[in-house]
């Protein structure tokens, strides 16, 4: 059964920084691409970045510059550095892999970034 869980979120000023991480199990973790979406408050999940089972990584464009993916193979983890926070970053940011033909997801983890 995979299963994804999310550590790491909180409460951060503006500017501050937070590292997610995202503990995978049940599936061959290093042969897959990971993904973090998030979703803010009525609205749908956004992919926020993504990176491929040889490194390659993406990120959508709110956040280039600023949120670093990356991925550990031994521990079956996945990471999201995220710097010079926005209070626009407030959101519940999820981990996710394509796996048997449909896509999974962890419990999420609330950011939340405010003064």
């Known amino acids: 059964e995979v299963q994804l869980v999310e550590s790491g979120g909180g409460l951060v000023q503006p500017g501050g920084s937070l590292r997610l991480s995202c503990a995978a199990s049940g599936f061959s973790f290093s042969s897959y691409t990971m993904n973090w979406y998030r979703q803010f408050p009525g609205k749908e999940r956004e992919v926020v970045a993504g990176i491929s089972a040889g490194g390659s990584t993406t990120y959508v464009d709110s956040v280039k510059g600023r949120f670093t993916i990356s991925r550990d193979n031994a521990k079956n983890t996945m990471y999201l550095q995220m710097n010079s926070l926005k209070p626009e970053d407030t959101a519940v940011y999820y981990c996710?892999?394509?796996?048997?033909?449909?896509?999974?997801w962890g419990q999420g983890t609330q950011v939340t970034v405010s003064s």
């Open positions: 996710s892999v394509y796996t048997s033909r449909v896509r999974k």
